[in-house]
């Protein structure tokens, strides 16, 4: 990966964003997407949507890489200033457990820790016991509750972890997930941008909100509703199942270094599905194949129900320890994923129905 494109991936990951609370996020993508752009707008939730017109009137191709990411928000804050927390989204209690942490508060972020009563400390019976969050707090240095609420009151929202750790093999760390949809989607634009002249759809790149915690899919659903492409690719990660423990049996058998990967299934378009992998082909690029018996997990559970419905798939990468506060990606596989979306995207030269 180059080095301007791996500064624009480091800088989405490292910039705090969790649901409802995206907007520094938002304001390094809209960056790097603006001048690649013909139109540029931004929805009542905060959803991002980048539109790079092609030569067709009616064909119409929706990117989504929702930007929002796990995190905690501040719900009770006791006399010594300890902040306690529930999660956004879908947080393990053990990914969270000594993390740093970015207090996104009115003062401006600072950081904190989440603390946790020490091993020596505990009763023998309590050592055994799986923690709850509730036992948990965040420690921003505060001594007392009142100078806690200046810097964190009720309501403000956490990021856990950062930094992006270069690992070897062209392998990164960090909280991936779905800054590396959000930087798919910038990137292909850009790269549609340089080639306008042979693009025949409309794009519409979309850094969507709130997919970690909305059962509606907030940010997907109403830019789709907005736009009505005819077609929706959501861009996000896949387990990788290479690792120690993972069970193919029960999750399939996508892994790092192998390239995209499309999942296909119940709910995915047959027909998008497969322009997408004979564009592919075409381009001499495998693609790795996952599986949806009726939910993606994705931004693409979105599509089927806006509307009158938009046939959709999901593209990725594999992504080791999901939901954990440090993930593992190659970016190998993240530039092959925008390698099948340019090729597709470039593909289409006559007006196209996905429709079943």
């Given at each position: 990966?180059?080095?301007?494109?791996?500064?624009?991936?480091?800088?989405?990951?490292?910039?705090?964003?969790?649901?409802g609370?995206?907007?520094?996020?938002?304001?390094?993508?809209?960056?790097?997407?603006?001048?690649?752009?013909?139109?540029?707008?931004?929805?009542?939730?905060?959803?991002?949507?980048?539109?790079?017109?092609?030569?067709?009137?009616?064909?119409?191709i929706?990117?989504?890489?929702?930007?929002?990411?796990?995190?905690?928000?501040?719900?009770?804050?006791?006399?010594?200033?300890?902040?306690?927390?529930?999660?956004?989204?879908?947080?393990?209690?053990?990914?969270?457990?000594?993390?740093p942490?970015?207090?996104?508060?009115?003062?401006?972020?600072?950081?904190?820790?989440?603390?946790?009563?020490?091993?020596?400390?505990?009763?023998p019976?309590?050592?055994?016991?799986k923690?709850?969050?509730?036992?948990?707090?965040?420690?921003?240095?505060?001594?007392?509750?009142?100078?806690?609420?200046?810097?964190?009151?009720?309501?403000?929202?956490?990021?856990?972890?950062?930094?992006?750790?270069?690992?070897?093999?062209g392998?990164?760390?960090?909280?991936?997930?779905?800054?590396?949809?959000a930087?798919?989607?910038?990137?292909?634009?850009?790269?549609?941008?340089?080639?306008?002249?042979?693009?025949?759809?409309?794009?519409?790149?979309?850094?969507?909100?709130?997919e970690?915690?909305?059962?509606?899919?907030?940010?997907?659903?109403?830019?789709?509703?907005?736009?009505?492409?005819?077609?929706?690719?959501?861009?996000?990660?896949?387990?990788?199942?290479?690792?120690?423990?993972?069970?193919?049996?029960?999750?399939?058998?996508?892994?790092?270094?192998?390239?995209?990967?499309?999942?296909?299934?119940?709910s995915?378009?047959?027909?998008?599905?497969?322009?997408?992998?004979?564009?592919?082909?075409?381009?001499?690029?495998?693609?790795?194949?996952?599986?949806?018996?009726?939910?993606?997990g994705?931004?693409?559970?979105?599509?089927?129900?806006?509307r009158?419905?938009?046939?959709?798939?999901?593209?990725?990468?594999?992504?080791?320890?999901?939901?954990?506060?440090?993930?593992?990606?190659?970016?190998?596989?993240?530039?092959?994923?925008?390698?099948?979306?340019?090729?597709?995207?470039?593909?289409?030269?006559?007006?196209?129905?996905?429709?079943?």
């Amino acid at each position: 990966m180059e080095s301007r494109a791996l500064e624009l991936l480091k800088k989405l990951v490292n910039t705090p964003g969790p649901s409802g609370f995206e907007e520094q996020a938002r304001r390094v993508w809209v960056e790097a997407v603006r001048p690649y752009c013909d139109q540029h707008l931004t929805d009542v939730h905060g959803t991002e949507i980048a539109t790079l017109r092609g030569k067709s009137q009616r064909t119409a191709i929706m990117l989504l890489g929702h930007i929002d990411q796990l995190g905690l928000i501040v719900r009770y804050i006791d006399e010594k200033g300890f902040l306690y927390f529930a999660p956004i989204g879908g947080v393990d209690v053990d990914t969270v457990i000594s993390q740093p942490v970015r207090v996104m508060g009115p003062k401006g972020t600072i950081p904190g820790i989440v603390g946790k009563i020490a091993f020596h400390l505990q009763d023998p019976e309590d050592r055994k016991k799986k923690l709850q969050l509730h036992e948990l707090w965040i420690d921003i240095g505060a001594t007392s509750r009142e100078e806690a609420q200046e810097y964190a009151p009720i309501g403000t929202p956490v990021a856990v972890g950062e930094g992006v750790t270069e690992l070897l093999n062209g392998r990164i760390a960090g909280r991936i997930d779905n800054r590396f949809g959000a930087f798919v989607v910038a990137e292909v634009l850009r790269r549609l941008h340089g080639r306008r002249e042979e693009l025949f759809p409309t794009v519409h790149a979309v850094a969507s909100v709130q997919e970690e915690t909305s059962g509606r899919f907030t940010g997907a659903s109403t830019a789709g509703y907005r736009l009505m492409p005819s077609a929706a690719i959501a861009v996000d990660v896949n387990h990788s199942m290479d690792i120690p423990g993972a069970d193919k049996r029960r999750a399939g058998d996508a892994a790092m270094g192998k390239g995209a990967i499309l999942t296909v299934g119940v709910s995915s378009s047959n027909k998008l599905a497969a322009a997408i992998r004979k564009a592919a082909e075409q381009a001499g690029m495998s693609i790795q194949l996952e599986y949806e018996n009726g939910r993606h997990g994705t931004d693409a559970d979105a599509m089927p129900v806006t509307r009158t419905g938009i046939p959709s798939v999901s593209l990725g990468n594999a992504l080791r320890y999901m939901h954990n506060t440090v993930e593992m990606a190659d970016l190998g596989d993240i530039e092959a994923v925008v390698d099948v979306l340019e090729a597709f995207l470039l593909s289409i030269s006559q007006d196209v129905d996905y429709t079943a």
